[in-house]
């Protein structure tokens, strides 16, 4: 009796394991079904990239785009718009001519990306919103302003400064008065990013803008896009500073230093007055900036300032006035030995020592023989 109902005890564990066994293939066996029809689909999905990308390719090195806008080969393009874009704007990217530009324009009008575009600017993902903005930009599509014009308060900054973009592409002048109030208020805007993006729209109007939001703006952001005025190449925003500086109404001492870091980069004569106004500011940073300034544009009658200044109590501003001094045209060796004996500050000598230094390194560089020929092994 005992055997008996071991015997079943066993089968029933067999039964039970044979089950497992069976499970545990079935599972094995979908699992391998669902890796190999994945890959499948992935090569089929890759084979069909490759193959619109060389077709993309041959259109666009092909004649001119309203050539094939009947032909299957677009047709099998228009039907895969989301690829399509992302095509057009890596063409885009690579285009050298403004006849390359025209014939890609002409191509996405075949193909309607710019209502592909327009449908993606709802987009929760981020690629495909940028990929929209970058698109309408490029294709000067009015009808998208709205709706780009509401970007410009994205909570991500790169969507908003990309809706920027696009809005000065398709029209400049109109965008200008949407963008000052932003570029002087948006913290998580790199000024760099935003003057290379203005100059986009010229350079004039680019440094008109830039100094425009500075001075209307934000007192921390103010600064930071006045320092990045140099990069616009032009002297258009120039006014508006120095109306600030005569005015003597700067919001903040930061601002002060940054008008008179612009005034020095474009080392216009005419500003020297103002320039010299504040070498004996009471906050230190912007005697630091006057004198820096002064070395660019002084005279010699800015010899005493400087002077003045090597014996100031921050060091920062000895150095600066000593740098200064030493790229005067009329300063001379003798001259910068003569006042060296005659400071009564140890750490103005210490500066002017330094300074003495570098300007004979300069004599010397600048009495080297310059020569075009270069000496031959072996003569």
């Known amino acids: 009796m005992d055997l008996l109902f071991a015997l079943q005890d066993l089968n029933v564990t067999l ?7 069976y499970a545990t293939g079935g599972l094995a066996f979908f699992l391998l079904a669902s890796i190999l029809t994945t890959k499948v689909k992935l090569a089929i999905r890759a084979s069909r990239l490759r193959t619109l990308t060389r077709l993309w390719q041959s259109i666009v090195g092909g004649g001119k785009p309203r050539d094939h806008a009947g032909s299957p080969s677009l047709a099998a393009i228009r039907r895969r718009r989301m690829l399509a874009l992302s095509l057009w704007n890596d063409s885009y990217d690579d285009c050298r001519s403004d006849a390359t530009a025209a014939r890609l324009i002409d191509l996405a009008q075949s193909l309607s990306l710019h209502d592909k575009a327009r449908s993606l600017l709802h987009s929760r993902r981020l690629h495909r919103l940028l990929l929209a903005v970058r698109t309408l930009g490029r294709l000067r ?20 400064l990309h809706a920027a973009h696009a ?18 208020h948006r913290l998580d805007w790199s000024p760099l990013a935003v003057a290379t993006v203005l100059r986009t729209a010229g350079s004039d109007l680019a440094s008109e803008t830039l ?51 612009a005034l020095g980069e474009f080392e216009d004569p005419a500003d020297l007055p103002l320039i010299r106004r504040y070498l004996f500011h009471p906050v230190w940073y912007v005697r630091v900036q006057a004198a820096a300034a002064l070395g660019k544009l002084g005279t010699d009658e800015d010899e005493a300032r400087l002077v003045a200044l090597l014996n100031d109590q921050e060091w920062w501003v000895r150095y600066r006035a000593g740098e200064a001094l030493i790229t005067l045209r009329s300063m001379t060796e003798n ?13 103005a000598q210490e500066i002017l020592a330094t300074a003495l230094a570098r300007f004979r390194q300069r004599q010397t560089t600048h009495s080297l023989p310059q020569s075009s020929e270069y000496p031959v092994a072996g003569h």
């Open 211 to 261: 100094a425009k939001a500075a001075t209307t703006g934000n007192t921390i952001v103010g600064p930071r896009l006045i320092r990045h005025l140099p990069v616009t190449q032009s002297p258009a925003g120039l006014p508006i500073l120095r109306r600030l500086l005569v005015e003597q109404k700067p919001a903040s001492p930061d601002m002060l230093a940054a008008c008179l870091f």
């Open 335 to 347: 001259k910068l030995e003569a006042l060296q004996e005659t400071l009564p500050m140890p750490e």
């Open 141 to 160: 599509d009015q009808a998208a302003w709205s709706k780009l014009e509401e970007l410009l308060s994205h909570p991500n900054p790169f969507v908003a």
């Open 167 to 184: 809005l000065l592409a398709i029209d400049a002048k109109a965008a200008i008065p949407s963008l000052i109030p932003l570029l002087g």
């Open 15 to 21: 039964d039970i394991w044979r089950r497992a066994a």
